[in-house]
């Protein structure tokens, strides 16, 4: 209970947890009694999310509950970082290691934040949300082995315990705001200006071929810091005219591969970077998105 009241204290929306689980405890939709909270219809478990310390001695005095937190109405986004063995290979990427590379690439010292160590060895790297931008929960998009939990996503608080031993606090007492970079990666990809319903194909092209200068530009001027996270952005926005068919995909890689050299970064940063932004902007594109 003093885990769950402590994470309320911070402005934490949190909810119980299996004991000894990372797992909700509270019912799911097939078995929702529709009384009390879900009266209005089922709530998942990030709905009930609260900071209620009535609620949470309520709830905990059940039974010995570990803590889920609720990134995203606790105005968190929350980095993963997971270890080799945490992935069940040796080859695997470690997550601190890579983040603390990017975050060097980016010009950057790692954020000194909250952080709380998991029981696989893996850490949390808490950050403040900004404010206006819904950013969601990723696997991946950052980099292999590094995460991250926003709306839709949860993490076991500190004090949990699993039978692999104990969630535990490491080290700053405040979680500080996301670092600009790393927002400019997992903010959300701008829609493209909504064409006239009447638009042939064509025209679609000649937008296709306008945002590819556009966004081939931006990477080309981006100044030290922010090279990568350009480029990233810029990958993930021309992936959706890929996907749509108005772009060859090898056009619109070479022609960011070039502009991304162009600014100092290495051709294999390019081509990694490249390679899994379109890949995720392809995968989450239908021809059905398009407006032209």
Known sequence: MNAALDAAERGWHVFPLLPGSKRPALHGEKTCPRTGECSGGHRKWEQRATTDPGRIRAAWSRAPFNVGIATGPSGLVVVDLDTPEHKGCSDAPDGAATFGALCERAGQAVPVTYRVRTTSGGTHLYFTAPAGVRIGSTAGTVAESVDTRGWGGYVVAAGSILPAGQYEALSAPEAVPMPSWLQS??????????????????QSRRYADVALANETRNVATAQHGS????????????????????????????ALQEAGEATGLSASECRSTLRSALNWSITH????GATA
């Open 185 to 202: 990666i997992l903010r959300p990809a701008p829609k493209p200006a909504q064409a006239p319903s009447v638009a042939v194909a064509g």
């Open 227 to 254: 090279r990568e996270a350009a480029l990233f952005r810029a990958a993930r926005a021309l992936g959706r005219f890929v996907a749509w068919g108005d772009l060859p995909r090898h056009l619109v890689e070479q």
């Open 285 to 288: 594109n239908s021809r059905s």
